[in-house]
């Protein structure tokens, strides 16, 4: 007989689920108002940072990613915030100092954060464990993450031994993370099944729609034993997002796994953001269950991220061929999972070798850095030719690659020192500098010209540089 056990809901309507679909645009504006209706859902944890929304932030939105962060606090008071952490790449896409990843952490705590899901694209430990340890000395709830993917060195046995050298780094729950949804439903209860008897934390399975199988992965896993699913309100739920939350709420309505969430207050939550979604356009490409996913493995982002670049080239016909060209990189580069930052890195080589006509005639840095080990050890090794061809006879290298990372948080402050408001600016930089300055710059702009219209009204002009 099975007891009652009631699975707990993560909704990732303020990250992934916008992420996935309009490539984080979603302004803090189209979240204050319906922020404390979401807190009073019950929801597990409400996932609102981390992922693409910093860079997203400056980069296009022309807002302050840690002043959402606060704004979301003060509305959500009930609700754990999450967020999700490349690991020792943080929110950018490359290696990050300890002392940068130390600060960036402990202020994502202070500024609000309560759960930080940590992974790393190539599932090395190494470059979890600094952003782990100063999680867990920040008093954050830390949950360790499982990259899934399928390759001939991935199985069930592999992510169980990963998961527990997860736990004996003092993690708090694990997440298997499926960002390409390839989990299938049979094969999630068999995984969640064997960590359940070597493993004691909760367990979280977080998917994506892209192949169409995530909402019945999801139940097969809940039976298996899972506490925690990651789902999105509908409006922008299923394509490349996460299966709908009302949907799920619905389905263990009534049976040992009720969520007991109430199902009139989600849909006044749907009505808000039905609204939102129509301000933007949604390609199709995301919205479509893609089959292809289960032959090429490649996620919806990434499907259209080689659309573009294609587009750029004038070579968009050229699809198919880059498709059955991003398996035999993959395959080349030791089976990586194709999540970022290896998913871009992965991508754009097999591009170039299509437009080229010549397989790794042209190299791209990432990729030579990425054979050097500078991005952490590879589930298998790397097929000896193309190691050749693209570093000779350079050996890899066998320490963690943040060990070889000069500290940069002074030089950071010295460079932006002009343009710091606070100590978070200085973190802000030192991921995206240049965009940082851009964002900086625009800010003090907006400054001056507050300043100078009061100047108007008052007959006296002051001006404060910061």
């Known amino acids: 007989m099975i007891k009652n056990r009631k699975v707990g809901i993560t909704d990732t309507i303020l990250r992934d689920a916008h992420q996935s679909l309009i490539a984080t645009r979603m302004k803090t504006d189209e979240m204050l108002p319906i922020a404390e209706k979401l807190d009073e859902v019950g929801f597990h944890s409400l996932e609102v940072w981390g992922g693409a929304t910093f860079d997203s932030c400056i980069r296009y939105l022309n807002e302050d990613p840690w002043i959402r962060l606060r704004m979301l606090k003060e509305k959500i008071k009930k609700t754990p915030l999450q967020m999700l952490l490349r690991g020792q790449n943080l929110l950018g896409y490359r290696h990050y100092p300890d002392d940068v990843v130390e600060l960036f952490v402990k202020k994502s705590v202070e500024n609000g954060i309560d759960i930080i899901r940590i992974f790393d694209a190539l599932n090395d430990i190494r470059n979890m464990k600094k952003s782990i340890e100063v999680a867990k000395k920040s008093g954050a709830h830390v949950q360790g993450t499982v990259v899934y993917t399928i390759s001939p060195v991935h199985n069930n046995e592999y992510f169980v031994s990963l998961a527990k050298d997860l736990v004996e780094l003092g993690i708090d729950s694990l997440c298997i993370k499926d960002m390409a949804g390839l989990l299938t439903p049979y094969n999630a209860f068999d995984l969640v099944t064997k960590l359940k008897e070597q493993i004691s934390v909760p367990i979280q399975i977080h998917s994506h729609y892209t192949s169409g199988m995530a909402s019945m992965t999801y139940l097969k896993a809940i039976e298996a034993g899972a506490d925690v699913i990651d789902t999105a309100m509908s409006p922008f739920a299923l394509g490349t997002s996460q299966p709908p939350t009302e949907t799920m709420v619905a389905v263990l309505k009534g049976t040992p796994y009720d969520t007991n969430l109430d199902m009139e207050l989600l849909s006044e939550i749907a009505e808000h953001f039905k609204k939102v979604r129509s301000n933007y356009k949604i390609d199709s490409v995301v919205t479509m269950v893609d089959t292809a996913v289960l032959n090429y493995q490649i996620p919806g982002g990434m499907l259209s991220n080689l659309t573009s670049q294609l587009k750029e080239q004038n070579a968009l016909h050229k699809l198919p061929e880059v ?141 404060y540089p910061v």
Do not use: W
Request: with cysteine; glycine share 6%; aromatic share 10%.
């Open 323 to 463: 498709l059955k060209e991003v398996p035999r990189v993959r395959e080349d580069l030791g089976y990586p999972p194709l999540v970022t930052p290896t998913s871009q890195i992965v991508g754009t080589q097999a591009v170039i070798n299509v437009i080229t006509g010549e397989r790794y005639k042209v190299v791209i840095n990432e990729v030579k850095n990425y054979v050097r080990g500078l991005y952490g050890k590879p589930p298998a090794p790397i097929n000896p030719e193309i190691k050749k061809k693209i570093i000779g006879d350079e050996e890899m290298i066998e320490c963690r690659p943040a060990d070889l990372l000069e500290p940069e948080l002074e030089k950071a402050y010295k460079e932006a020192g002009y343009y710091l408001e606070k100590e978070e600016d200085v973190l802000t930089y030192a991921l995206f500098p240049q965009i940082a300055i851009k964002f900086f710059q625009e800010r003090q702009a907006k400054k001056y010209q507050f300043d100078h219209n009061l100047a108007g009204e008052n007959d006296k002009f002051k001006y």
